[in-house]
C-alpha cells in the first residue's frame, strides 16, 4: 500500500498570502495518479486536482499543481477566504486501495 | 445536474449490521466505478470500497474485507454498502464517491453529502 505524508499538518496564514502544500508518496507514483481534495466543515470533499497538475471544473487558477515521483505540491497563489480549508492529496494507481494523505489544514491566521 | 445521495446510516451496537445506499442521477450510471469513502469525526479521508461498473469487479481495504460488501443495482441507479459484524472503529460518516471514467485517471470527481454511521453500545 502506498502511504501519503503531507505536511504541514497545519498552517496559520492571512488572506492574500501564497502557500505551497506538500505530498510526499512512499513510492513512485504515475503523475496520472496524484489528485487534490478541499474539504470545509460540514460539506463532502471536492476535487480540485487530477492528474497532478490539472484543474477540475469550476477551480480558479490561483490553484495549481506540480510535482513527480514521490514528490507533490499544491499552491494556492493568493488565499482568498474561501480558500481557509482543509486539503487531501490522494493516489489512485491502477489497483485499489487508493489512498490518502492525512491533510492539511490551512486556517486563518 | 450529476447527483449521488447516500442513506441508511444511523446507530447500530458492535457486531450488528447496517446497509448504506447510494442513489445516483444525472449520468450513465453503469458506465461508472463506484466507491465508498469513509471519514471518522476529527481524522482524514480512508478509502473503503469499490465496484466496477459493468463487470461487477470489487475491490475492499484490507481493514473491511469479510465484513463489508459492496453491491450496485444498474437498474436502479443505485450502489449499496452492507457493513456486518461492526465495530467501534468503524463509525463515521460514509461518502459515496464516483471515479473518473477516461481510463487515463482515477480521482474521485463526484462525492455525496455523506451519511454519519455510529457503533456504539
Known amino acids: 500500500e502506498i502511504v501519503l505524508t503531507q505536511s504541514p499538518g497545519t498552517l496559520s496564514l492571512s488572506p492574500g498570502e501564497r502557500v505551497t502544500l506538500s505530498c510526499r508518496a512512499s513510492?513512485?507514483?504515475?503523475?496520472?495518479?496524484l489528485a487534490w481534495y478541499q474539504q470545509k466543515p460540514g460539506q463532502a470533499p471536492r476535487l480540485l486536482i487530477f492528474a497532478t497538475s490539472n484543474r477540475a471544473t469550476g477551480i480558479p487558477d490561483r490553484f495549481s499543481g506540480g510535482g513527480s515521483g514521490t514528490e507533490f505540491t499544491l499552491t494556492i497563489s493568493r488565499l482568498e477566504p474561501e480558500d481557509f480549508a482543509v486539503y487531501y492529496c490522494?493516489?489512485?494507481?491502477?489497483?485499489?486501495?487508493?489512498?490518502f494523505g492525512q491533510g492539511t489544514k490551512v486556517e486563518i491566521k | 445536474e450529476v447527483q449521488l445521495v447516500e442513506s441508511g446510516g444511523g446507530l447500530a451496537q458492535p457486531g450488528g449490521s447496517l446497509r448504506l445506499s447510494c442513489a445516483a442521477s444525472g449520468f450513465v450510471f453503469s458506465s461508472y466505478t463506484m466507491n465508498w469513502v469513509r471519514q471518522a469525526p476529527g481524522k482524514g479521508l480512508e478509502w473503503v470500497s469499490g465496484?466496477?461498473?459493468?463487470?461487477?469487479?470489487?475491490y475492499s481495504a484490507d481493514s473491511v474485507k469479510g465484513r463489508f460488501t459492496i453491491s450496485r443495482d444498474n437498474a436502479k441507479n443505485t450502489l449499496y454498502l452492507q457493513m456486518d459484524s461492526l465495530r467501534d472503529e468503524d463509525s463515521a460518516v460514509y461518502y459515496c464517491?464516483?471515479?473518473?471514467?477516461?481510463?487515463?485517471?482515477?480521482?474521485?470527481?463526484?462525492w455525496g453529502q455523506g451519511t454519519l454511521v455510529t457503533v456504539s453500545s
Open positions: 490522494q493516489q489512485s494507481g491502477i489497483s485499489p486501495p487508493w489512498t
Open positions: 465496484m466496477t461498473g459493468s463487470s461487477g469487479i470489487k
Open positions: 464517491a464516483r471515479k473518473d471514467r477516461s481510463g487515463s485517471y482515477n480521482h474521485f470527481d463526484c
Open positions: 513510492q513512485s507514483i504515475s503523475s496520472s495518479y
